[in-house]
């Protein structure tokens, strides 16, 4: 069965700093997807992730694709309130099914 | 551009009494559909997927159902609520293709009494 490991699963920290979260697997997936959610609403979708070692920047968020295509990590500089939310990240199964991390909820002070 | 709706936004039902959730899709033909349950501040829980009309796959047996009339409405459906139902409810849709990103509705926040 193939798995989707979020870590941290909590991250409390101050506007202004940098953080990184990851999304672990022991299993090949062909992409990743990385979502944000914010309280009492969908998620969202932020990047998706196909060739191993890619990078893809989004603003101030920068998205990494192990090059065995296991991991992926997103990576925020000078976080700001506007971040809070839950990060989750999904890749599609052997039966091509999106299997969903647990996410990461992320929590900026201002 | 393509929408997705889910109504209603929060729900407060009693134990035994039956569910319907609506979803419905805009701007796109034979979509994938999707329901999720998620626990507070956790990952997704797939209930039930679907790839066409009247085509339904159970991804996890309990106390509900899902039906799919038209290509793009996607209903769930309880006949008798257990407390454990509780929780927020998401509705989703994809282009067709196995592990295609997934687009959600606003969710519905479904307690039991």
């Known amino acids: 069965t193939q798995l989707l490991e979020q870590s941290p699963q909590f991250l409390s920290i101050q506007e202004g700093e940098n953080l990184t979260v990851y999304c672990n697997s022991s299993s090949v997936f062909s992409s990743l997807q990385w979502y944000r959610q914010e309280p009492g609403e969908g998620p969202v979708l932020l990047v998706t992730?196909?060739?191993g070692g890619e990078v893809k920047k989004l603003k101030r968020l920068t998205f990494q694709f192990g090059d065995a295509r296991k991991d992926s990590s997103l990576h925020i500089t000078a976080a700001q309130p506007g971040d809070t939310g839950l990060y989750l990240c999904?890749?599609?199964?052997?039966?091509?099914?999106?299997?969903w991390g647990a996410g990461t909820k992320l929590i900026i002070k201002p | 551009s393509q929408t997705i709706h889910q109504w209603p936004a929060t729900l407060v039902q009693p134990v035994g009494s039956p569910l319907s959730l609506e979803c419905t899709v805009e701007?796109?033909?034979?979509?994938?559909l999707y329901w999720y349950r998620q626990a507070a501040g956790r990952g997704l829980q797939l209930l039930f997927y679907?790839?066409?009309?009247?085509?339904i796959s159970s991804e996890v047996p309990q106390n509900l159902s899902a039906s799919r009339p038209q290509d793009r409405q996607f209903i769930l459906s309880s006949k008798k609520l257990l407390l454990s139902d509780s929780g927020f409810y998401l509705c989703?849709?994809?282009?067709?293709?196995?592990?295609?990103?997934?687009?959600f509705g606003d969710g519905t926040r479904l307690s039991i009494l």
């Open positions: 679907s790839v066409g009309i009247g085509q």
């Open positions: 701007g796109t033909s034979n979509p994938n």
């Open positions: 992730v196909v060739t």
């Open positions: 989703a849709w994809s282009v067709p293709g196995g592990g295609q990103p997934q687009h």
């Open positions: 999904a890749g599609p199964d052997s039966n091509y099914q999106l299997i």
